[in-house]
T-cell receptor, first 115, second 113 residues
Framework: DTEVTQTPKHLVMGMTNKKSLKCEQH?????MYWYKQKAKKPPELMFV???????INESVPSRFSPECPNSSLLNLHLHALQPEDSALYLC??????????????FGPGTRLTVL | QKEVEQDPGPLSVPEGAIVSLNCTYS??????FMWYRQYSRKGPELLMY????GNKEDGRFTAQVDKSSKYISLFIRDSQPSDSATYLC?????????????FGTGTQLKVEL
């Protein structure tokens, strides 16, 4: 199994809703990432988890709350979002070793629309 | 000035052409260089991963890194309509995983029949 899966594929939510995005990988990777991508822009890093601990938070607003319940799963909890948060949310994973080859593999993304 | 510069295109070529995609960067600490392909409304797919200067070939794809010029390239031989996508370069000073990648803005490529 060499893929990163994400659910749901699409999500529409109101500004008062609470929802969660889910990401799963079974490649034994110990680093997992959340990115946000707007149309015609590159992915922007939001959070990095290393060995299930949050290691990088790119000053993301608190309405986005990440969680890494175990080494295969990564969640992003959403609450009180704004319309400008509408984007493609991408999960990625990579090995975390001293090897030179720790490339990041991306999932298909969740397309989020905030009304 | 952005750390990584990439021409956004769009770049339109006929089927069978050789495509050259390029990125320049300013941070001399970058050592690990990647090319991703992203189809519309899909996640990025890793195409090539190289360390330091030199060439790497994989099928129709060749990645080149020239650290002295801070310039990286991706060549696509015998381009196909299925190669039509956005190509993102990405780079990092570190290995070890769990590190931030710096992306170019992406080049939109269209290969026409």
């Amino acid at each position: 199994d060499t893929e990163v899966t994400q659910t749901p594929k699409h999500l529409v939510m109101g500004m008062t809703n609470k929802k969660s995005l889910k990401c799963e990988q079974h490649m034994g990777h110990r680093a997992m990432y959340w990115y946000k991508q707007k149309a015609k822009k590159p992915p922007e890093l939001m959070f990095v988890y290393s060995y299930e601990k949050l290691s990088i938070n790119e000053s993301v607003p608190s309405r986005f709350s990440p969680e890494c319940p175990n080494s295969s799963l990564l969640n992003l909890h959403l609450h009180a979002l704004q319309p400008e948060d509408s984007a493609l949310y991408l999960c990625a994973s990579s090995r975390k070793t001293r090897s030179s080859y720790n490339e990041q593999f991306f999932g298909p993304g969740t397309r989020l629309t905030v009304l | 000035q952005k750390e990584v510069e990439q021409d956004p295109g769009p770049l339109s070529v006929p089927e069978g052409a050789i495509v050259s995609l390029n990125c320049t960067y300013s941070n001399s600490a970058f050592q690990y260089f990647m090319w991703y392909r992203q189809y519309s409304r899909k996640g990025p797919e890793l195409l090539m991963y190289t360390y330091s200067s030199g060439n790497k070939e994989d099928g129709r794809f060749t990645a080149q890194v020239d650290k002295s010029s801070k310039y990286i390239s991706l060549f696509i031989r015998d381009s196909q309509p299925s190669d039509s996508a956005t190509y993102l370069c990405a780079m990092s000073p570190f290995t070890g995983g769990g590190n931030k990648l710096t992306f170019g803005t992406g080049t939109q490529l269209k290969v026409e029949l």
